[in-house]
């Protein structure tokens, strides 16, 4: 088995885990999570399932976002899979990636419209560096033979 492949899905695993946007409201802190939403003033994690099928209800949709791009990045997640397992299109796990990290810029664009309100999208940089450092070289085209 290949090391690189090993190494894509690794990486791509590792983005999970990340915080994808990181939202200061009035010096409070919350951190929103592939998993949820962490927040930190009373400390408690409130599932993605949670917030998008119990707790809330007519969400705007910078906020629904968030939801697009945990399932482009689970899809990303599963075709790095698919690279160790079986073969993987590059194609598909590097747009993938980059739609979840755009994602994120709508979520911080729709928070940071509110006063008082500051969201970082950490998890954009983090995907969109990913997708560009182990998935761009795969996806340029090969270099023409020199003709001599």
Do not use: H
Not at 48 to 74: K, Q
Not at 92 to 98: E, N, Q
Not at 102 to 109: E, I
């Amino acid at each position: 088995m290949a090391a690189a492949p090993r190494r894509r899905l690794a990486a791509v695993f590792v983005a999970g885990p990340v915080p994808w946007t990181i939202l200061v409201v009035g010096g409070e802190l919350t951190m929103v999570f592939t998993v949820g939403l962490f927040n930190t003033n009373p400390p408690q994690l409130v599932s993605i399932y949670d917030f998008f099928f119990r707790f809330t209800d007519g969400l705007p949709p910078f906020i629904e976002s968030w939801g697009t791009g945990v399932v482009l990045y689970l899809l990303a997640l599963g075709s790095a899979l698919s690279g160790v397992v079986w073969r993987e299109d590059p194609r598909i796990t590097a747009f993938s990636l980059v739609g979840a990290g755009l994602t994120q810029v709508g979520l911080a664009l729709g928070f940071n419209r509110r006063i008082g309100y500051v969201a970082l999208p950490v998890g954009t940089v983090v995907l969109l560096v990913l997708a560009w450092w182990y998935y761009w070289p795969l996806l340029r085209p090969p270099s023409a033979p020199a003709t001599e």
